[in-house]
């Protein structure tokens, strides 16, 4: 298990080093992320978001029961959008309205050191692109309205407070 890093904590705002081996060190921080996920029953989490500046990200396929897990991940395709509330781990119980494509091509790093290819659609497809944001250093505030910002502006101050300690 690891401790999942909040709205506010520099790392988050970093981008990800590329990862250069799988090793061990990067076969247990996958595992980790796993476990970590699992119990905080969300369906993405990036390495940057569990401490670790590195270009990782897994998903949980809730319909298929399967982890994917991509490292160096790059979105080759986008098609049709969709606006969609989206919240995340490192922002808990907060959720903005994003516009995203409905569908991607993302190619990866799987954890056998394969280059994978991966159509994503819907859901999956939403959490892929978040996780890419979050490798990247963005996070779902900077797509949010300034009513949203509003809306949750007193648990926005609590995580922030709650970073500086």
């Given amino acids: 298990m690891r401790k999942i890093r909040t709205y506010g904590e520099p790392i988050l705002r970093k981008k990800a080093e590329e990862v250069k081996d ?5 076969l247990k921080l996958i595992n980790s992320m796993k476990e970590t996920l699992l ?3 969300g369906i993405g989490l990036a390495g940057p978001q569990v401490g670790v500046s590195k270009r990782i990200f897994i998903t949980y396929d809730k319909e298929k029961e399967n982890f994917i897990t991509l490292i160096n991940p790059v979105i080759l395709e986008k098609n049709g959008y969709e606006i969609d509330i989206e919240g995340c781990l490192s922002f808990p119980e907060i959720f903005f309205s994003i516009n995203r494509a409905k569908k ?9 050191g394969k ?7 819907g859901i999956i497809a939403r959490c892929f692109q978040h996780e890419i944001d979050h490798l990247n250093g963005i996070l779902i505030i900077d797509y949010a309205t300034q009513n949203e910002k509003n809306f949750y502006k007193e648990k926005l101050e609590h995580l922030l407070q709650k970073s500086k300690k």
């Avoid at 799988?22 to 990067?26: A, P, R, S």
């Fill in 22 to 26: 799988i090793d061990d060190k990067t």
């Fill in 115 to 121: 280059e994978i290819i991966v159509e994503a659609n």
């Fill in 39 to 41: 119990k905080a029953q």
């Fill in 104 to 112: 991607v091509i993302v190619k990866g790093i799987n954890e056998k």
